[in-house]
Every structure is written in structure tokens, then in C-alpha cells.
């Protein structure tokens, strides 16, 4: 199985405030022959499903703030909210789809400070 | 706009075998899969399986000896059984839709307990 690992566990930003949370995976899930990081991120505020955020890495699902944003490649991927507002409190969860079993990191907390 | 509702008992007790079902509402079920996943109470995602509409599946090696995954397009609905059940799978249980690669809508999620 694939590993993800989210660092920090949680966060606490102010108000505007850049919040940034890493996802790291134990192997690669670029596939070469596409050129495409097989990546997602979601969030999940409390008593609700996850919601889609970011696919393929960097690609924002229709709706979604673009003052979130999502980078990196390989094996190394980013999760940056540019301004943070109180709607985005929440929980998020990075996950890979490139190989079953599909497999998330364990969450980080965003809050405010 | 397409809409997932999981339904099932609540309550289940020790050793027997969890079901649920996930109705979808306004699209087809067809040419899509569609995934179980769970989430124990404070706890992170677990993907469970996933299902495509001709039948096809996949399941999480750590449940595969327990889990089924069916489809019926008849009813636009697919259903998760989880046999020999333990405390250890009292979890929010979601369905979800997999587009292209990736979980795209959700259901609100279903609370099933273990207990006798």
C-alpha cells in the first residue's frame, strides 16, 4: 500500500493568513506516461462528508476558492490556502488514486488563531 | 445534480454481517464506479471498494475476505456488505462517486455501531 503522511497534524493561521499543508507519499504517484500526479485533496468540516477540492494535483473541482491551491510532484505535494477565511476551518485529507488500495494521509487540522 | 444516500440499520451486533445501500438521484448510475469508504469515530478515511455499473470490483485487501460490493441498475443503487463484523467497524460509512480517478460526490454518510 501506498503511505501518506501529512505534516503538520494541525495548524492554527490568522485571519488572511497563508495556511500550507504537506502531503508526502511513499512512492511516486506521477505516472510518466501522462505526466500526471494521481493526487487529490479534501476537506471536511464537522458532520459533513469530504468534500472535493483539487485533483491530478493541481487541478481546482469547478466551485472551489481559487485562493486554494494545490502543487508539487513525485512523491512531495502542497496544499496552500493563499488567505485564510473562517469558512476554511476544517479538516483536510490528501489521497492517492494511483494504485488500490486507495489510500489517505491521516488529516490536518486548520484553525484559527 | 447527482445526490448519494446511504440507508441501512444503525446497529449491528458482533459477528454479524453490516449492509448497506447507496441510492443515486439525479444521474445514472452507469458508466461510472462507485466507492465505499469509512471513517471510525475521530478517526481518518479507509477506502473500502469500489464498483464499477457493469459489476466489476475492487476492494481494500485488509477487508476483502469480508466485503461485497453489488450493483443494481435497476434500481440505481449499489450496496456494501461487511460480514463477521467487530467493534472495530462502528465507523461513518460514505458512498461516493469516482469520477474519472478520483471520489467526486459524496453521500452526507450513514453511522453504523457494533454493539450487541
Known amino acids: 500500500d501506498i503511505v501518506m503522511t501529512q505534516s503538520p497534524d494541525s495548524l492554527a493561521v490568522s485571519l488572511g493568513e497563508r495556511a500550507t499543508i504537506n502531503c508526502k507519499s511513499s512512492q511516486s504517484v506521477l505516472d510518466n506516461s501522462n505526466n500526471k500526479n494521481y493526487l487529490a485533496w479534501y476537506q471536511q468540516r464537522p458532520g459533513q462528508p469530504p468534500k472535493l477540492l483539487i485533483y491530478?494535483?493541481?487541478t481546482r473541482e469547478s466551485g472551489v476558492p481559487d485562493r486554494l491551491s494545490g502543487s508539487g510532484s513525485g512523491t512531495d505535494f502542497t496544499l496552500t490556502i493563499s488567505s485564510l477565511q473562517a469558512e476554511d476551518v476544517a479538516l483536510y485529507y490528501c489521497?492517492?488514486?494511483?494504485?488500490?488500495?486507495?489510500?489517505f494521509g491521516q488529516g490536518t487540522k486548520v484553525e484559527i488563531k | 445534480q447527482v445526490q448519494l444516500q446511504e440507508s441501512g440499520p444503525g446497529l449491528v451486533k458482533p459477528s454479524e454481517t453490516l449492509s448497506l445501500t447507496c441510492t443515486v438521484s439525479g444521474g445514472s448510475i452507469s458508466s461510472y464506479y462507485w466507492s465505499w469508504i469509512r471513517q471510525p469515530p475521530g478517526k481518518g478515511l479507509e477506502w473500502i471498494g469500489y464498483i464499477y455499473s457493469s459489476g466489476s470490483t475492487k476492494y481494500n485487501p485488509s477487508l476483502k475476505s469480508r466485503v461485497t460490493i453489488s450493483v443494481d441498475t435497476s434500481k440505481n443503487q449499489f450496496s456494501l456488505k461487511l460480514s463477521s463484523v467487530t467493534a472495530a467497524d462502528t465507523a461513518v460509512y460514505y458512498c461516493a462517486r469516482v469520477r474519472g480517478y478520483f471520489e467526486d460526490v459524496w453521500g452526507k454518510g450513514t453511522t453504523v455501531t457494533v454493539s450487541s
Open positions: 489521497q492517492q488514486y494511483y494504485s488500490a488500495p486507495r489510500t
Open positions: 491530478w494535483a493541481s
